[in-house]
T-cell receptor
Framework: ETGVTQTPRHLVMGMTNKKSLKCEQHLGHNAMYWYKQSAKKPLELMFVYNFKEQTENNSVPSRFSPECPNSSHLFLHLHTLQPEDSALYLC??????????????FGPGTRLTVL | QKEVEQNSGPLSVPEGAIASLNCTYSDRVSQSFFWYRQYSGKSPELIMSIYSNGDKEDGRFTAQLNKASQYVSLLIRDSQPSDSATYLCPEGSGNTGKLIFGQGTTLQVKP
């Protein structure tokens, strides 16, 4: 595997389900990100982890719960979602957070549909 | 609040022409600027990073940065139908790795 991988690629869940999204980066980076991309809206940064520590939480509802066990893996745990949470969820990584010149590399995304 | 402005398009150019995409920024402090290409239903792919005023060329792509005027542009020479995508130009935010995204510009290259 190379770059940033995400599983599953597609997910359909009911509002009462619990599911998790997984992201893994093979780039040796130390910062990892979750973004949400809804139709016709700019990419929204959700969470940032730098060296496994959460550094950003952009007022994301608690039904989204991130987990970063190490610098290579990032999870997004989902529970009691709403239909408006349907979107493309993107994971990205970069060398580190405290560096304005760092380039972010995105995974393929998980297309989430909440019924 | 920092903002990135892009014309959402679609920008339509014939195959073989030069496509010109532009972004303007609200924050003079930003030091880093990026261009991403995103095909429909896919994730953003980094095309170019630019940090200094002037031009930076990579193959058919040239990025131009003017910090004083707060704009960055992307020129695509010899446009191909495979260049048809949405182009994003986030700016780096100060001393962190945060990227500020706009809506993106949709480019259509017609055969």
């Amino acid at each position: 595997e190379t770059g940033v991988t995400q599983t599953p690629r597609h997910l359909v869940m009911g509002m009462t389900n619990k599911k998790s999204l997984k992201c893994e980066q093979h780039l040796g980076h130390n910062a990892m990100y979750w973004y949400k991309q809804s139709a016709k809206k700019p990419l929204e940064l959700m969470f940032v982890y730098n060296f496994k520590e959460q550094t950003e939480n952009n007022s994301v509802p608690s039904r989204f719960s991130p987990e970063c066990p190490n610098s290579s893996h990032l999870f997004l745990h989902l529970h009691t979602l709403q239909p408006e949470d349907s979107a493309l969820y993107l994971c990205a990584s970069s060398q580190e957070w405290d560096f304005s010149y760092n380039e972010q590399f995105f995974g393929p995304g998980t297309r989430l549909t909440v019924l | 609040q920092k903002e990135v402005e892009q014309n959402s398009g679609p920008l339509s150019v014939p195959e073989g022409a030069i496509a010109s995409l532009n972004c303007t920024y609200s924050d003079r402090v930003s030091q880093s600027f990026f261009w991403y290409r995103q095909y429909s239903g896919k994730s953003p792919e980094l095309i170019m990073s630019i940090y200094s005023n002037g031009d930076k060329e990579d193959g058919r792509f040239t990025a131009q940065l003017n910090k004083a005027s707060q704009y960055v542009s992307l020129l695509i020479r010899d446009s191909q139908p495979s260049d048809s995508a949405t182009y994003l130009c986030p700016e780096g935010s100060g001393n962190t790795g945060k990227l500020i995204f706009g809506q993106g510009t949709t480019l259509q290259v017609k055969p």
